[in-house]
């Protein structure tokens, strides 16, 4: 199990220095959903904050 943790975290470091991370602004350009590994799991998104994102 311990070994799993630091698998899991050194994945998450790793994920986040590598730049998987940005903003997906919405149609009216006014709000963006910032995420980290990909858009889709964005939180803000999820529950529809900013209304539906830009094709």
């Given at each position: 199990m311990n070994k799993l943790i630091k698998i899991t975290?050194?994945?998450?470091?790793i994920a986040t220095l590598?730049?998987?991370s940005g903003s997906v602004y919405n149609?009216?350009?006014n709000c963006?959903?910032?995420y980290l590994l990909h858009p889709a799991i964005s939180?803000?998104?999820i529950?529809?904050?900013c209304?539906?994102?830009d094709k």
């Open positions: 975290l050194l994945t998450a470091v590598s730049g998987c149609k009216e350009k963006d959903y910032n939180i803000s998104k529950i529809g904050g209304g539906p994102t």
